[in-house]
């Protein structure tokens, strides 16, 4: 017979908004710099700063999702919900917490015993104090950050290619994003790829 797991009595964030307000608040941001080398800048400093908030609070995303799911046995779909991430993500967050890989998977089928164990076995800390409340708060964080990011690195990739076309050397626009040079290149690249040239 199958289990019937237990759902959180949160209110799942409306991710979709979140993500198109973070979107559409860094495009306005960059839009006011107008010569391409301040706004390579800012989108280093976006991309920067978004890198740093998701590393502060993966770790606090990642154990709170697989403590709510291994000891106190919530549906996986929902705290995926919760988090902002897919059914995928939510398997890959689970192996990475368990096994610190995210490419070992759990096994597909697994009583509550057994979840229960191998969170013991491998470590696994059981948050109590909370722990709905810190992956839903931990995933809006991250979704939002994620969402700037990825406006930040086009727009990096677009005027890093502008202005590679004015003459600037690669190593002189990396030098003001504070960048390599191989990495300004990758940036060149991609929005030349993205441009169709």
């Known amino acids: ?94 192996a990475q917490v368990v096994h610190g890989n995210s490419r070992q998977l759990l096994p597909p089928r697994m009583t509550e015993e057994e979840m229960t164990e191998l969170a013991r076995e491998f470590h696994v800390p059981h948050i109590t104090k909370s722990p709905g409340e810190k992956l839903r708060s931990a995933g809006i964080v991250i979704e939002t950050a994620n969402a700037r990011r990825g406006v930040a690195v086009t727009s990096m990739q677009d005027a890093s290619l502008a202005l590679h076309e004015t003459g600037t050397s690669l190593a002189d626009i990396g030098e003001k994003a504070g960048v390599s040079r191989k990495l300004v290149w990758q940036h060149v690249a991609a929005a030349r790829k993205r441009r169709g040239y």
């Open 1 to 94: 017979m199958p289990r019937i797991a237990k759902r959180l009595g949160l209110t799942v964030p409306d991710y979709e908004n979140l993500r198109r307000e973070a979107r559409e608040a860094t495009q306005a941001e960059l839009a006011e710099r107008h010569r391409l080398d301040d706004r390579i800048e800012l989108a280093a400093h976006i991309i920067r700063q978004a890198d740093a908030e998701i590393a502060l609070h993966a770790a606090d995303r990642n154990t709170a999702l697989a403590s709510l799911y291994l000891y106190d046995h919530f549906e996986g779909t929902q705290l995926g919900l919760m988090a902002g991430v897919t059914k995928n993500g939510v398997r890959f967050i689970l």
